[in-house]
């Protein structure tokens, strides 16, 4: 009997810390995740600022070549 109940309480046990584990697993993947996303949000927002200084600076040279070709 004291067998049996040794068994159970290892499993038990196991089964805990299986449990306990995966939701660690799960939560240090979601924050990754979460890094990341903020990572990549960041690098595309610099791109499009520098698209956009880039359109700036185009629309700036077509202006002044129009001025010039005016004259």
């Known amino acids: 009997m ?3 109940a040794v068994v159970f309480a290892s ?3 196991m089964a805990l810390a299986a449990c306990g584990e995966k939701p660690a697993n799960e939560t240090a993947n ?3 995740a979460v890094v990341e996303n903020v990572v990549e949000n960041a690098t595309n927002a610099s ?3 520098m698209n956009a200084a880039n359109a ?3 629309a700036a040279a077509v202006a002044n070549n129009a001025a010039a ?3």
């Open 47 to 49: 791109d499009n600022a």
């Open 56 to 58: 700036a600076d185009n």
């Open 2 to 4: 004291k067998k049996i």
């Open 11 to 13: 499993a038990s046990l």
């Open 69 to 71: 070709n005016a004259m």
């Open 30 to 32: 979601a924050s990754n």
